[in-house]
């Protein structure tokens, strides 16, 4: 098992555990999406970019959109792959970065990510310039302008939407005391139901975050079927639009 461990490109093994998958045994879309951050996290670490010495600039990474491409119906519990992360660019105000999930051999990849992210003054909650100093250690290419990724195409107002609501725990926020990235997805995808998620294997996904969820906020997270093979959805604030997603299904 050969790993990258380097500024530009990072990996590390592991292995699927249970209550990362779901009722058929494939690991769910959140957990995924946690599990990518770990190699991040594990990465910028290494770096002595720990936590502590990003929010000692007063700010902190924070994700616009994420995209990618999945086949996690392959996988089950027990299952060991690698999790794998790389900067890919930046600009005073925007950073790219991919993830990956792949097989041992290097012969299968399970999910591949793109990441837009800026960086959030953690008491004003708005974007500032990122700092020189949590940038550099990555060796990511400057470049003037960043790919913005692809966008959730919008709710059409008139759509008929279906929907659940949900309250926001204390324990739906992280460390940047918002809600943790990862668990907008269990939100987004609950509302289809078990009939049509035991029945459809998601094959991809694009989400734009827009507006941030805090705790104590009761939010609305409803979806409209464009066609047998694809859903869009958002989750709304008393009204206020704050996350949008589309997701791509094979039956």
Known sequence: MELKQSAQEYEIPHQLTYYECDELDHPTLSMVMSMLSVVADEQSNKLGLNQEVVQSTGGSWV?????????????????TVILGTRA?????????????????????????????????????????QIPEKVIAAYQAPQVKRVPRGQRPK???????LSGKQYHVRYFDLDANHHVNNARYFDWLLDPLGEEFLTTHQLK??????????????DITSEFMMVD?????????NNGTLCTRAEFSWLS
């Open 154 to 160: 919008q709710i059409p107002e008139d759509a008929t």
């Open 204 to 217: 991809s996904f694009s989400i734009q975050y827009q507006q941030e969820v805090r705790a104590d906020h």
């Open 63 to 79: 994700f616009v959109n994420f995209e990618g491409k999945l086949d996690l119906q392959s996988l089950r519990s027990g299952d």
């Open 228 to 236: 047998s093979h694809t859903s869009l959805h958002q989750i709304k």
């Open 88 to 128: 890919t660019g930046y600009n005073r105000f925007f950073a790219t970065r991919e993830f990956w999930v792949r097989d041992k051999d290097g012969q299968k990849e399970y999910a591949h990510v793109k990441a837009l992210l800026v960086f959030m003054n953690l008491t004003s909650r708005k974007m500032e």
